[in-house]
């Protein structure tokens, strides 16, 4: 059965249980188990959650893996290049042709590199601004009207689960 139809199916029966339980959520939700599927819906649309969360999971791993591997090849590759380039001054070459691919190596230039880049002055600097959402939310959280920049999503609801 389709989960929206019985969500619908639930919200009716709860509704005229809920004066019968006098705001007691346990008797409610045990009612509720009596005379609908509230349990097996919400047992199936978990086990939807758990899957996903394990295959997300594996994602994760598979991109931290894949993240070292391509680390390790970039690496790799960069030292067979310096290679090539060191056969080539060996041979006094500027270059070297085979079928596939013409090799050449010339004279680069010093690099720089920040070391500690809390020590750089501000002179060097480059200013990098970004929405400060605190302030934004402070703002504007009891405002009426918004800017034509700004606009107020609609509260979700937080779903907790613990698992056993």
């Known amino acids: ?14 509704e005229m249980l809920a ?8 008797l409610l939700a045990d009612m509720l188990e009596g005379e609908t599927e ?13 899957r996903d969360t394990e295959t997300l999971t594996g994602i994760k791993e598979r991109s931290e893996a894949l993240s070292i591997r391509k680390k390790r090849t970039e ?11 060191k056969v080539l001054r060996a041979g006094k070459l500027s270059g070297f042709q085979l079928p596939e691919v013409t090799f050449s190596v010339r004279d680069g230039s010093p690099k720089l590199e920040i070391v500690d880049p ?47």
């Open 38 to 50: 509230i349990d097996r819906l919400l047992a199936r649309l978990w086990e939807q959650v758990a």
């Open 19 to 26: 004066p019968m339980c006098d705001g007691d959520e346990g």
């Open 1 to 14: 059965m389709n989960p929206a139809i019985q969500t619908a199916e639930i919200a009716r029966i709860a």
């Open 75 to 85: 690496a790799r590759r960069d030292t067979f290049k310096a290679a090539i380039g």
């Open 118 to 164: 809390s020590a750089v002055p501000t002179e060097y600097l480059e200013p990098k601004y970004a929405p400060s959402m605190t302030a934004i939310k402070d703002a504007f959280a009891d405002a009426g009207e918004l800017p034509n920049w700004l606009t107020r999503v609609e509260a979700k609801d937080v779903v907790t689960a613990r698992t056993k």
